[in-house]
């Protein structure tokens, strides 16, 4: 039997002294132009709505079923409270900054559980408001879930107003979402003053456990994902984590496919292409005041939000080249590409799975997995952070160097993949 945790949302104008108090008979907190609580609702019984400026710890976190959710303070003291940017149409860049309504879902109980997220009209608030000959409609409705790329809550119409579904999370097991809520800037003048009477509904439903699940995965196992390609356990993955952090067998090639031909040759060198970089797509000086080199590309791998204010070019192309070659490769054989991430290689992770611990000084491995090519970590050289360190498999140490068409470094990916994907 599905349980479902409700979160409230209101979004108008100044409510009029009659609508204040019908919501006062609520508890809803009320702001200039937002209201936003939230509601339990469990199946066979009615639901209470909870929200207080002076007892809003009491509601941060709520619990239905084997599913705890936990609302993650926006700074107003009110983790259950999203503060909307204003009941009028902005732009889907202001919509995709605002303040979000962040909150987590924590599998409690002993197996695993299943939950979708939808967002729906409260049929009850509006019937108790009397508005629902002034509703705003969805195709005004614009909303962004997560990192996705906003939506017009209209689209969701054929799907029930689902907007994320999630299987088997492991007990113990948890997961973070941000919701960001607004009036898209195509609506006509005549939607100020409308009611939108909305809710987030999380449906949750205990699930048998994939036995796939529940096998455990130590550092530097050998496995084969379901579409044939090699890999390395990377971190000990227990039974209570749904996902395992793998190093590729091998370097990647220029389109994305794996380079099986790299590797050490009979004498113990590396015999591999140099890596191909697009060097029109390297980022500019005055994009990271760290790049001294800016004719070879800036090499810091993911950007700081001060010093670097743009992603190298190594991992905007592991994005956008080599993950969606994964994801439908994963999907073709019978995979899933929930909870999947690429990144490069950490020297801590590497120096970690070798046993060792990693101080910015070279490093001698000893575990022959980790130094059968040479490739590039995201790890900054503490002498210059437009440099990264490096493994440099023949010497089976690692060094400082920077990213260009020279180099003979190359790219060996990283990902965090379900355990459902690993052959049986």
Avoid at 67 to 76: C, P, Q
Avoid at 334 to 353: D, N, R
Wanted: hydrophobic letters at 35%; proline letters at 3%.
């Amino acid at each position: 039997m599905l349980n479902n945790v409700v979160v409230l949302i209101e979004l108008g104008d100044k409510m009029r002294n009659k609508n204040k108090v019908k919501l006062f008979k609520h508890q809803v907190l009320i702001t200039a132009i937002s209201v936003f609580a939230v509601v339990i609702s469990m199946i066979g019984g009615s639901y209470a709505i909870f929200s207080s400026t002076s007892k809003a710890d009491e509601y941060n976190v709520l619990k239905v079923g084997e599913l705890e959710i936990s609302y993650v303070d926006t700074g107003d003291g009110y983790g259950d409270v999203l503060s909307l940017n204003g009941a009028y149409p902005i732009s889907d860049s202001e919509g995709a900054s605002s303040t979000p309504y962040r909150f987590n879902i924590t599998n409690t109980g002993t197996i695993a559980a299943d939950f979708k997220i939808k967002i729906l009209y409260d049929e009850s608030i509006i019937e108790e408001d009397g508005c629902e000959n002034n509703l705003l409609l969805p195709e005004y409705v614009k909303y962004k879930f997560d990192n996705e790329d906003p939506v017009l809550l209209s689209s969701k119409e054929s799907e029930d107003y689902l907007i994320y579904e999630a299987s088997n999370l492991l007990p113990g097991s948890s997961e973070i979402h941000e919701i960001r809520i607004w009036i898209d800037e195509s609506a006509p003048n005549d939607i100020l003053g409308k009611h939108f009477h909305g809710k987030v509904v999380v449906e949750s439903a205990q699930s048998g456990i994939d036995e796939s699940l529940e096998n455990e995965y130590i550092t530097g196992q050998s496995i084969t994902l379901k579409d044939g390609s090699k890999w390395h356990v990377l971190e000990d993955s227990s039974k209570n984590s749904a996902t395992v952090t793998l190093l590729s067998d091998y370097n990647l090639k220029s389109n994305g496919t794996y380079d099986v031909d790299c590797g050490k040759n009979i004498n113990g060198v590396v015999n591999c292409n140099p890596q191909v970089f697009d060097e029109s797509n390297h980022r500019e000086q005055d994009s990271n005041s760290y790049c001294t080199l800016p004719e070879y590309g800036c090499n810091q791998y993911e950007q700081n939000g001060s010093s670097v204010i743009l992603d190298s070019s190594i991992k905007n192309w592991l994005n956008n080249t080599y993950l969606p070659l994964i994801k439908q490769s994963l999907t073709d054989h019978g995979g899933t590409i929930e909870s999947l991430t690429v990144s490069l290689p950490t020297m801590e992770q590497l120096a970690k799975a070798d046993n060792q611990s990693f101080s910015q000084n070279q490093i001698n491995f000893s575990s022959d997995w980790l130094t059968t090519t040479n490739y590039w970590t995201r790890t900054a050289s503490n002498l210059n952070s437009a440099y990264v360190w490096n493994v440099v498999g023949e010497y089976n140490n690692s060094y400082i160097q920077y990213a260009n068409n020279a180099t003979q470094s190359g790219i060996r990916p990283v990902i965090v993949v379900s355990k459902q994907n690993i052959q049986k």
